[in-house]
C-alpha cells in the first residue's frame, strides 16, 4: 500500500526534517514518499540529477534535493552543512544510499572491488553518522536508520556476494555500538534488515535470469517480493515516538526467510 492510500499516522513528524540517502528510487523513495506524507521536510540525496528529477516530482510534499556520493566524506560533510543550512535542523536520517565493486568469489575478487564495496555500504554509513551525530546532538534528539540486509545475519546465498554480505554485517556493527555509545543522549540509532525487496537492482536480476528469480522468492516463505512500501513504513516506525524504545537491535522485515 501507498503511503498516498494511508492516513496520517505520525503527528509528531509534522515539520521535521528528514533526510534520506539514495531516495531518488527503490526503498528509498518509497521512504521519502512517505516522511512526505506524514508531513516532514525531505531531503533526498544520490549522485545523478536527472533521476533526482524524477523522484520529486513523485513526492507530495516539502522535499528537495542534494548532490552527495555518500562514500566521500568530504561530500557528506556538504551534505549535512547544506541541509541545515535550507532547514537548521536534523530529525531523521535514515542512511540508505550504497553502491559496490563487481561481485566475485573470495578467491577471485580483486582488491579494487572489495574497498569499492565496502567503501560504497560501510563507509559510507559510518561517514553519515560522523555528521549526523554531531547535529542532532545539538537538539538533544533524533534518529538514524541504517539501512543493513539480511545479509548483515548470514552469508550471502549466491557466489560473489562475500563483500556485500561482509558491509552490511558492519552495518549492523556500526549500528549497534554507535547505538550503545548515544542511548542517553537522547538519539536513538537502529537498522532495517529487508529481505528480497521488488526493486529495480532485483528486478534486472529477474530479467536477466529467470531460474534465479525463481530461486529468490522461492527462498521467501510468504511467497512474494517484499516492496519498497513496506519497507519505508518500517523505517518510520523506528523513526516514531512509537519505537521510543527500540535502539540498537534491527528491524529484520523479510518475509519470513530468517525465521
Given at each position: 500500500m501507498s503511503p498516498a492510500t494511508l492516513p496520517r499516522r505520525?503527528?509528531?513528524?509534522?515539520g521535521k526534517v528528514a533526510l534520506v540517502t539514495g531516495g531518488t528510487s527503490g526503498i528509498g523513495l518509497a521512504t521519502a514518499q512517505?516522511?512526505?506524507h506524514e508531513g516532514a521536510i525531505v531531503v533526498i540525496a544520490s549522485r545523478e540529477e536527472k533521476r533526482a528529477s524524477a523522484a520529486l516530482k513523485s513526492i507530495q510534499g516539502q522535499a528537495s534535493w542534494i548532490a552527495c556520493d555518500v562514500s566521500d566524506g568530504k561530500r557528506v560533510e556538504k551534505l549535512i552543512a547544506?541541509?541545515?543550512d535550507r532547514h537548521g535542523k536534523l530529525d531523521y536520517a535514515f542512511n540508505n544510499g550504497g553502491s559496490g565493486g563487481a561481485g566475485r568469489p573470495v578467491?577471485?575478487?580483486?582488491?579494487?572491488a572489495w574497498r569499492k564495496t565496502i567503501d560504497g555500504f560501510l563507509t559510507s554509513a559510518f561517514l553519515c553518522m560522523r555528521h549526523q551525530i554531531p547535529t542532532m546532538l545539538k537538539n538533544g534528539a533524533g534518529v538514524i536508520v541504517n539501512n543493513s540486509s539480511v545479509d548483515g545475519l548470514r552469508g550471502y546465498p549466491f557466489p560473489g556476494g562475500a563483500a556485500y554480505a561482509a558491509a552490511k554485517h558492519?552495518?549492523?556493527g556500526l549500528t549497534r555500538s554507535a547505538a550503545l555509545e548515544y542511548a542517553k543522549s537522547g538519539l536513538r540509532i537502529t537498522a532495517v534488515c529487508p529481505g528480497w525487496i521488488d526493486t529495480p537492482p532485483?528486478?534486472?536480476f529477474v530479467k536477466k535470469d529467470a531460474k534465479l528469480g525463481e530461486s529468490i522468492v522461492a527462498q521467501e516463505p510468504i511467497g512474494r517480493l517484499g516492496t519498497a512500501a513496506e519497507v519505508a513504513n518500517g523505517v518510520?516506525?523506528?523513526?516514531?515516538?512509537?519505537?521510543s524504545f527500540m535502539l540498537g537491535s534491527p528491524l529484520v522485515l523479510d518475509?519470513?526467510?530468517m525465521a
Open positions: 505520525y503527528p509528531e513528524m509534522e512517505a516522511f512526505a547544506a541541509t541545515l578467491g577471485k575478487m580483486s582488491e579494487e558492519g552495518v549492523l532485483i528486478t534486472s518510520l516506525w523506528l523513526c516514531s515516538d512509537a519505537a518475509g519470513g526467510y
